[in-house]
């Protein structure tokens, strides 16, 4: 096979070469695709300068994303993937054995087209990123300019700056400034626990880290600029780059305003070199031909091109809107219909004239839109970061549009780049969207024309429907395949609840929260959740028509309060809602409250009273047949048994329990029934039957992706290893417990794992003597 005049075959001789360094084996991999820097860049999304600088040697150790970009942008195999992968020079060993480093990750795909005309931006913002008096570089301009991708590009280009990483926060689904720092928290793997609040995880894990952080879309949440602030006050040597359309405003801000592409020199006779010289000619040319491969920059339409630069003011959104009508348009006649459009700018009169000329583009291209594509656009826009066909059809029906109409109707949006479309991903489907600008422009639209009230309820109708529906999956064979689907919902889920608390829909606010708790505690929005949890109830204060579901979110409200570590404040939630489930006589809900309770109250040390609920609570679970209710009660009954020496009692128990949860399908509860067995077959002195359960529970961990649970299947491998003598064995698997645990923040489980090594160099050093 031939790829660009080269046969695919030479690549063998790379296998065959000495120099296995990792610039030396892109420079050839490059060559043998026929590819140039330059034409490298473009496809990883990387500058020509950063290419050559990694085959140089100049930068010696790409970060993976950078790795897999050019791995993409080469088309490599994947065992060629791993070839080039494994040439990248590993760290000292002082530095493998440091806590583990920043996730140098972007979340936000870099698209395969160059960055067009930022040469001298992209030297300036380096600049400041060099310079150690800027910590906080926020780029302004009005929207559609280009902000998100400049900062990328800059992030990427500089990121050997950064020793502990670089990481993309996306802000615009945000509707609340007091989230601003939780999802940077969060975004950084860290958890709630141990009774430390997210912000403080955040600044005891940055102290000390030479980090970028980019935080992208401030310009909503202006509110948690003095967070952002204090953080940078906090964390000495961490460096925050910011996109807005406003300046934060807070002492140590260097603001950078962006402007617009750089125009063609004239609209007078060009040459069509000369239009595609400038960036916003380039641009035009290049997303044209994009949609409408037989179009050309030539001679005879040089001057058009021009024009329509010149008129959209090299606003790269409003150029790629344009282009996009290539498709039926040609040159001459888009520019009579920009000319109409231009001509009454829309939008507040103390606008930015470029944004009032950004919203003249989106009214040209809603205008030439029929109605019921207008009126899905509109609708489209109550959905916040993304949504699916099913979701677009359940709000986007209404009217004149029926369901079936919705997925027509949809690619033509997505044809004239007002709707984005990406692959979901693993889950497989495609997932829309709408560049922040647009859902913006389509919001005013919506507002309008009098439907967002409509749109709105319809959109929390959607997703109150698809959380009660998630809710008992997740417990059972599919509950990552939902947990999944609500994480990817979950900016969804917050405008939902917002809805809720606005219109004061007390009842739908109440069944949400009831229905996310187990979300919110497995995913670790512990106190957000909280706070959702705890505003509905107080909102549902005296209001007796609610009190099904209120008991079920005082539920919830106890759980993600014991899982901080608020066991007093949990146990109180939980009383509550027994008591409410008795009044209502609601069996179900009486046998999940004592097994909640039971366990409550073991983590607060009283047994007596943790033994007698879930005692109560075993004998209506069995009743009822709740099998994960009735499992949850021999689990704590089994670990009392334990802690009284009772290991055959506890056993037994555990057994019973294991059972239960295979039946339900139960994942998590199947790995921590089998550690519990294994803990009691190696208090029994049966160390060969603890590794067969404990290597099972941590595989059952590792295919559910939980990392919590994996660090504690390690502590207990390592107790194991340690029973049987193997004390190298042991101590590296402490470690790897220690590392995962201090990732998650859990400071109980870092306790453990710190004392059981301390144990074994104790033990060695009695060894030596």
């Not at 926060?169 to 720092?181: E, F, M, N, R, Y």
């Not at 979110?553 to 993600?560: Q, S, Y």
Request: charged residues 30%; proline residues 4%; contains cysteine.
């Amino acid at each position: 096979m031939m790829r660009n005049g080269v046969v695919f075959g030479q690549r063998a001789e790379l296998r065959a070469v000495a120099d296995t360094s990792f610039g030396a084996r892109l420079r050839r991999l490059r060559e043998v695709a026929g590819l140039t820097q330059e034409e490298l860049a473009a496809r990883a999304g990387l500058s020509p300068n950063a290419v050559g600088a990694l085959e140089r040697g100049v930068r010696r150790r790409p970060y993976p994303h950078t790795v897999r970009s050019l791995a993409e942008a080469l088309e490599l195999s994947e065992s060629e993937r791993a070839a080039l992968l494994a040439s990248v020079p590993k760290r000292g060993a002082a530095a493998a054995t440091a806590a583990p480093e920043i996730v140098a990750e972007f979340a936000v795909t870099v698209p395969h087209t160059p960055l067009l005309g930022r040469e001298r931006e992209l030297e300036e913002i380096e600049a400041f990123l060099r310079n150690p008096g800027v910590r906080l570089l926020t780029l302004t301009g009005t929207g559609g300019v280009g902000k998100t991708r400049l900062a990328i590009q800059a992030a990427r280009d500089t990121a050997g700056l950064f020793p502990d990483g670089v990481a993309f926060v996306a802000l615009a689904s945000l509707g609340d400034p007091s989230l601003v720092v939780p999802t940077v928290a969060r975004s950084l793997g860290l958890r709630e626990a141990g009774g430390q609040s997210l912000g403080e995880a955040l600044r005891a894990r940055l102290r000390g880290k030479r980090l970028l952080l980019v935080l992208d879309n401030f310009e909503h949440l202006l509110e948690a600029a003095p967070e952002v602030a204090g953080l940078i006050e906090d964390c000495p040597d961490l460096v925050v780059l910011a996109t807005s359309r406003a300046p934060l405003r807070v002492r140590g801000e260097q603001e950078y305003p962006v402007g617009p592409l750089a125009l063609p020199a004239s609209t007078r006779s060009p040459a069509a070199e000369e239009v595609l010289g400038s960036p916003s000619g380039r641009l035009f040319a290049e997303r044209a031909r994009a949609v409408s491969p037989a179009f050309r920059l030539e001679r005879g339409n040089a001057a058009v091109v021009a024009a329509i630069c010149w008129r959209l003011a090299g606003l790269p959104l409003a150029l790629e809107l344009a282009a996009a009508r290539v498709r039926f348009l040609d040159p001459a006649t888009l520019l009579a219909r920009l000319d109409r459009a231009l001509s009454a700018p829309s939008g507040a009169r103390d606008l930015p004239e470029r944004q009032r000329t950004m919203w003249a583009t989106l009214d040209w291209s809603y205008d030439l839109l029929p109605e019921a594509e207008r009126a899905l656009f509109r609708r489209l826009s109550v959905f916040a970061g993304g949504f699916s066909l099913e979701a677009a059809e359940e709000v986007g029906a209404s009217g004149s549009i029926a369901a079936e109409d919705v997925l027509e109707l949809l690619g033509r949006l997505v044809e004239q780049s007002l709707v984005a479309a990406e692959p979901a991903g693993e889950e497989g489907g495609v997932r829309y969207g709408m560049l922040e600008p647009v859902r913006q422009y389509a919001r005013e639209k919506l507002v309008e024309s009098g439907e967002a009230e409509d749109a709105q309820r319809r959109h929390a109708a959607y997703f109150l429907r698809l959380a009660e529906e998630a809710e008992p999956a997740l417990i059972g064979p599919e509950e990552e395949v939902w947990m999944d689907r609500l994480q990817r919902e979950h900016d969804n889920l917050r405008a939902a609840l917002r809805w809720a608390k606005e219109r004061g829909e007390v009842e739908a606010g109440l069944r949400l929260v009831g229905a996310l708790n187990w979300f919110w505690w497995m995913r670790g929005y512990l106190a957000e959740g909280r706070g959702w949890i705890e505003g509905f109830l107080e909102a549902a204060h005296g209001l007796r028509a609610t009190d099904g579901t209120r008991a079920r979110a005082l539920l919830g409200a106890g759980r993600l309060a014991i899982a901080q570590g608020d066991l007093d404040r949990s146990f109180a939630f939980l009383e509550q809602s027994l008591a409410m489930y008795r009044r209502l006589g609601d069996e179900a809900g009486i046998a999940g409250l004592l097994a909640e309770l039971g366990q409550a109250a073991r983590a607060r040390g009283d047994d007596e009273r943790a033994e007698a609920l879930s005692e109560e609570g075993l004998r209506l679970s069995r009743a009822l047949q709740d099998r994960r209710s009735a499992a949850i009660s021999l689990i704590t009954l089994g670990n009392i048994a334990r802690r009284r020496g009772d290991l055959g009692r506890a056993a037994d128990l555990f057994e019973e329990a294991l059972a239960l949860f295979k039946e339900l399908g139960h994942g998590r509860g199947l790995a921590y029934s089998l550690c519990n067995l294994g803990v009691v077959a190696l208090e029994r002195g049966e160390a060969g039957r603890a590794l067969e359960l404990h290597q099972e529970s941590l595989g059952l961990y590792e295919a559910l992706k939980d990392k919590a649970g994996r660090a504690f299947a390690l502590t207990n491998l390592g107790d194991t290893a340690h029973a049987l003598g193997e004390e190298d064995r042991a101590f590296s698997l402490y470690e790897e417990s220690l590392a995962l645990h201090r990732k998650l923040g859990n400071k109980r489980g870092i306790e453990r794992a710190l004392k059981r090594l301390e144990r074994g160099r104790q033990s060695a050093k009695l060894r030596e003597a």
